[in-house]
DNA sequence: AGTGAAAGGTATTGGGG
DNA sequence: CCCCAATACCTTTCACT
């Protein structure tokens, strides 16, 4: 599916605030509110358009602590990286698990309440797995910016 | 303001899919839909719920590579920091900017179409700037998870 | 605070160009 | 693929508990 000039406009507004109206859109864009309302179904439809998520600020909910994490694995084996993948994944306090490679192998960022929940984290999540040889834990100060959003030209 | 369970109950919710009605909150949470309505309002005033958007496959829209960076300063000073800081955050390419202390100064996440795009950012960015001492650059092969869910228990 | 019902807005679908 | 109009659905407000 190519996206064409409109599809680009309307991903753009939905993703500052996915709450603007389908009138509101058909205006900005000079393009009926039908029309609007087909480009969205079909880009769910494709998958361009994965979710719609509510922006929690988490300062305010009581977990003000964002890690980084990097860890290395003694065995890059695929089977056993998929587990350990499948492990980071699954936990609900990580937000972010890139797998890379160089001098580490996985990067992953934490949530957390306070440094307890983290070291509590390591210890289920690096610990108890026979296949990473260490972490680096790097401490955010400042979360100046954490979006998700792609730039459509 | 202090979030009860119900409070929590609909944040949990809503973090997973924005576009879920009031209705069907108010099913799930036996509440009412006004009384869901009138707890979401006070949530966006309190700023705890930040936004809602629309999450776009990156892939899907042609834009399939992140990358990490690592940067660090010559001088720490308060004043050249801020000014970094905002550039980094102006970018639209830039998806995260995390301030942190140790080995490196600011860990930079991009999301681009391809490497040209990244060195052509690299230098706008970092080359430009007196202040940079250096940056590691990291390229992620798999974007494995990248969500901005918080936990509320 | 919570509820239910009415009023006001939006999304969605179908007919026609 | 677009528009307009009708319908269906949702949010928001209000009077009351």
Same mark, same amino acid.
């Given at each position: *599916?190519?996206?064409?000039?409109?599809?680009? #406009?309307?991903?753009?507004?939905?993703?500052?605030?996915?709450?603007?109206?389908?009138?509101? &859109?058909?205006?900005?864009?000079? &393009?009926?509110?039908? =029309?609007?309302?087909?480009?969205? =179904?079909? *880009?769910?439809?494709?998958?361009?358009?994965?979710?719609?998520? @509510?922006?929690?600020? =988490? /300062? #305010?909910?009581?977990?003000?602590?964002?890690?980084?994490?990097?860890?290395?694995l003694?065995?890059?084996?695929?089977?056993?990286l998929? #587990?350990l993948? #499948?492990?980071?994944?699954?936990?609900?306090?990580?937000? /972010?698990?890139?797998?890379? !490679?160089?001098?580490?192998?996985? &990067?992953?960022?934490?949530?957390?309440?306070?440094?307890?929940?983290?070291?509590?984290l !390591?210890?289920?999540?690096?610990? !108890?797995?026979?296949?990473?040889?260490?972490?680096? !834990?790097?401490?955010?100060?400042?979360?100046a910016?954490?979006?998700? @959003?792609?730039?459509?030209?």
């Open positions: *599916m190519k996206l064409d000039v409109f599809d680009k #406009k309307i991903l753009t507004l939905l993703q500052k605030d996915s709450r603007i109206s389908q009138r509101e &859109l058909s205006s900005e864009i000079s &393009l009926s509110a039908s =029309a609007i309302n087909r480009r969205i =179904a079909a *880009m769910e439809r494709e998958g361009i358009i994965k979710n719609n998520v @509510t922006v929690v600020d =988490a /300062h #305010k909910v009581g977990r003000p602590i964002t890690i980084i994490s990097e860890v290395s003694i065995n890059e084996r695929l089977d056993l998929e #587990k993948k #499948k492990r980071f994944i699954q936990c609900p306090q990580v937000q /972010h698990v890139y797998y890379v !490679t160089g001098d580490f192998d996985f &990067l992953l960022i934490f949530n957390v309440r306070n440094m307890e929940e983290y070291e509590g !390591t210890r289920e999540l690096f610990f !108890t797995s026979e296949n990473i040889k260490n972490f680096r !834990t790097i401490v955010s100060m400042q979360n910016k954490q979006e998700l @959003t792609v730039v459509l030209d």
